[in-house]
Nanobody, 124 residues
Framework: QVQLVESGGGLVQAGDSLRLSCAGSGRTFSRAAMGWFRQAPGKEREFVARITWTGTAYYVDSVKGRFTISRDDAKNTVYLQMNSLKPEDTALYYC??????????????????WGQGTQVTVSS
């Protein structure tokens, strides 16, 4: 049974940093793309970042230069380093795994497995 568990969320002030982690179990994800999405109250789930198994990273424009996605395949874990946080970054952050090649990087429907989410709240 595949399980993804996020951690690292919290309440911070604008300008602070957080590092989210997502540990996977039940199978290896070394050949899968791993991503982060977020969902604020009343809004649709939004793509944040993705890293392919070769290490290529993609970001939504609003986080470029502030967020960095990385992975440690030995630990079956994906990370999201978030710097210079803004109040508009407040959301429930989900990690997700895309095991099928050729999927749409930005669509939640391309991802097969999801974590339960970790809350990030940024105060002004």
């Amino acid at each position: 049974q595949v399980q993804l568990v996020e951690s690292g969320g919290g309440l911070v002030q604008a300008g602070d940093s957080l590092r989210l982690s997502c540990a996977g179990s039940g199978r290896t994800f070394s050949r899968a793309a791993m991503g982060w999405f977020r969902q604020a109250p009343g809004k649709e789930r939004e793509f944040v970042a993705r890293i392919t198994w070769t290490g290529t990273a993609y970001y939504v424009d609003s986080v470029k230069g502030r967020f960095t996605i990385s992975r440690d395949d030995a630990k079956n874990t994906v990370y999201l380093q978030m710097n210079s946080l803004k109040p508009e970054d407040t959301a429930l952050y989900y990690c997700a795994i895309d095991t099928r090649p050729g999927g749409n990087t930005y669509s939640p429907r391309s991802y097969d497995y999801w974590g339960q989410g970790t809350q990030v709240t940024v105060s002004s």
